[in-house]
Structures are given as structure tokens and as C-alpha cells.
């Protein structure tokens, strides 16, 4: 049941009948030794550590380490309940639970890198925002994790999931892949359709710079992770409405990948161009004036 690349995993649901999810879940068991109880398990525990990620902020003030971000998703949800939300409801919640999740991870909590700290966000923002508003089981959000882990699977072997290699596009924008493959299968889409969305959302956020201010995962990175849940969300309708990207995703997954290469070094978390570098961004976090900083 392994698989290296898109077109495998393609051919692989085609001739077993399966979803994305069920060839992953095969997988993982064939992979590990693990019997289905010992690799749900895992997952289990991968979406309580989410839950919590996406609600504790809500309901009790969490402190970044850095100081430039905290409260902001309980403003969200504050700001929904007085009727200031100009988005629906499966987005509202998506970018709050997104948000909070980066709130968790500024603050030395417990988070699921999805597939890193910095893009911890955008998946559990994704699959809790469509959970809460569709009334889901958590089965169906096991499928979702499944689909994403697949999609992440391939990014990481391919691509890249790193900002200091390849920008924001590869930490965000593999993490919006992962959460629209998702919400496509949690929708009974087929896996065409994952993929396809998966392209949509790593064409959207190509050539997305990675500068967080003072070198902390902070900000801007908390909004990219509510920008990038909001994507997934889009690209995954788009999928689901029949409408295909021109773009394979195993063409998509190298073009991202060539493109952070061609990113200079100050676009790619060292702390020196994009935000990080704007004169106001100067001494906030912990940065020093100097380098880039005037």
C-alpha cells in the first residue's frame, strides 16, 4: 500500500476502491506493524491535542513568548457574538481556531505540527470550523487527518514543509493543501478532487515569504495560518463543484519546491526582509536594530 508520489496514490485508490484515508490508514499499519486500533489510537490522540489547541485559548488568556500576538481568537469569537463577523459560519470559525491554535504554540503548549509548529493552525481550524457547523462525528475528522497526513506525506518527500528552505508556501501553503485534500474527503469527494484541491491551494499561496518579526513564529504567521484555513476552505468548494486544476499535483508539489529555492535567503525565516524588516517590526520580539533593521 506505500506510495511516492501523487499519480501512485491515485492509482492506488482506483484499483483498491478506496479513499485516500483508507489507503493511508493500510499504510501506516503495513509500514509500522501496528494493528488498526494502535494506528486510530495515534490519531485519536493527534485530534484531542488539536481540540484543545483551538478552544483553550478561547477561554482562558494564553501569552506568547515573543509578546506580539495573544487574545486575538478570543476578539474573534467576541467580535462573532456582536454581530461584527462579516464571514459565515464555517469561516468565522475557521480563522478563530486557526489563530488560536498559533497562540498554543507561541506559548510553549502542545500543538500538532500539521505539518509544522508554524502551520499548526490551519488544519485543526479547518476540521473543528466544519465539525462544530455540520454537527460531524469524530470519525469523520479521522478521515480528514488521514487524507491530510497522505497529502503532507508527499509534500515532505517531494516538496518541502520548511519556511527556511522554501518560504511560507512550504509551511502554510502545505498546510492548506493538507486541510482542502481534507475537507474534500470529510465531504465525499473523490480523491481527484483531494488533490485537486490540494493544487488550488499551494498555487494560491506560491511564493508566500517566510519573515517572521524578530525571528518568533509568531506574527505575521498567526494570520497566514487563518489566511491559509480560509484557502483550504475555498479550493476545496471549488474541487467538490467539479472544477480541476490544470496542474497535476506532482507538478504543483516541484513547482513550490523550485520556486522557495529561488526565494533569497532573507525571504526564508532568517529574519531579515519581508515584515520582519519593516522599520516598526525594529525591536519588537526581541530584535536587535541592525542587520536589515534601519
Known sequence: MDFKSGSELLDLCGRMRMPISEVMKRREMELTGMEEDDVDAR?????????????????????????????????????????????????????????????????????????????????????????????????????????????????????????????????????????????????????????????????NLLGLVCDPIGGLVENPCQNRNAAGAVNALINAQQALAGIRQRIPFDEMAQVMLNVGRNLPFELRESALGGCAAAPSACGLGGCKKGARCK
Open 43 to 203: 490519531i485519536r490522540k493527534a485530534l484531542a491535542v488539536m481540540d484543545a489547541s483551538v478552544h483553550e485559548p478561547l477561554e482562558k488568556e494564553i501569552n506568547s513568548m515573543g509578546g506580539l500576538i495573544g487574545g486575538e481568537a478570543r476578539k474573534l469569537k467576541e467580535g462573532s457574538k456582536e454581530g461584527k463577523s462579516l464571514c459565515g459560519g464555517v469561516i468565522t470559525k475557521a480563522i478563530t481556531y486557526a489563530m488560536a491554535a498559533l497562540e498554543v504554540n507561541a506559548s510553549m503548549g502542545v500543538i500538532v505540527a500539521a505539518p509544522t509548529a508554524g502551520s499548526s493552525g490551519v488544519l485543526p481550524g479547518v476540521l473543528f470550523a466544519l465539525k462544530e457547523e455540520r454537527g460531524w462525528e469524530d470519525g469523520v475528522l479521522h478521515r480528514g487527518l488521514y487524507t491530510a497526513g497522505a497529502v503532507g506525506y508527499l509534500l515532505m518527500r517531494n516538496a518541502s514543509v520548511s519556511g527556511a528552505q522554501a518560504g511560507c508556501q512550504a509551511e502554510v501553503g502545505s498546510a492548506s493543501a493538507m486541510a482542502a485534500a481534507a475537507a474534500v474527503e470529510m465531504m465525499g469527494g473523490t480523491p481527484e478532487q483531494a488533490l485537486s484541491a490540494a493544487v488550488g491551494a499551494l498555487s
